[in-house]
């Protein structure tokens, strides 16, 4: 079992910054991928970025790929997604979970969290 809770979303406009954090807790945290999603309203959820919890190479689509970077935090048992120049269209739910890594499934969900970007 994996609990995940995001945080960091909020109001920003155009080419602005922002972190988004995914506080991890649970057992066998090694084994997971995590990834980060999001859903706008009215279109369907969208991979964002992805992380193995042990390390290896993180994974972007075209859309985020060079304006945003997920990260590990053991100190803190996190993952994060710097997300800069935002756009408008990045506007959406964000949401993390976690996938075993033997698994083609995101057995675990966050509550999400809202990213706003305004022009």
């Known amino acids: 079992q994996v609990q995940l809770v995001e945080s960091g979303g909020r109001l920003v406009h155009s080419g602005d910054s922002l972190t988004l954090s995914c506080a991890a807790s649970?057992?066998?945290?090694?084994?997971?991928?995590i990834g980060w999603f999001r859903q706008a309203p009215g279109k369907e959820c969208e991979f964002v970025s992805s992380?193995?919890?042990?390390?290896?190479?993180?994974f972007y689509p075209d859309a985020v790929k060079g304006r945003f970077t997920i990260s590990r935090d053991n100190a803190k048992q996190a993952v994060n997604l710097q997300m800069n120049s935002l756009k408008r269209e990045d506007t959406a739910v964000y949401y993390c979970?976690?996938?075993?890594?033997?698994?083609?499934?995101?057995?675990?969900w966050g509550q999400g969290t809202q990213v706003t970007v305004s022009s």
């Open positions: 979970a976690a996938q075993p890594s033997f698994s083609r499934n995101w057995a675990y």
């Open positions: 649970g057992r066998s945290l090694s084994v997971y991928v």
């Open positions: 992380i193995r919890w042990d390390g290896g190479s993180a």
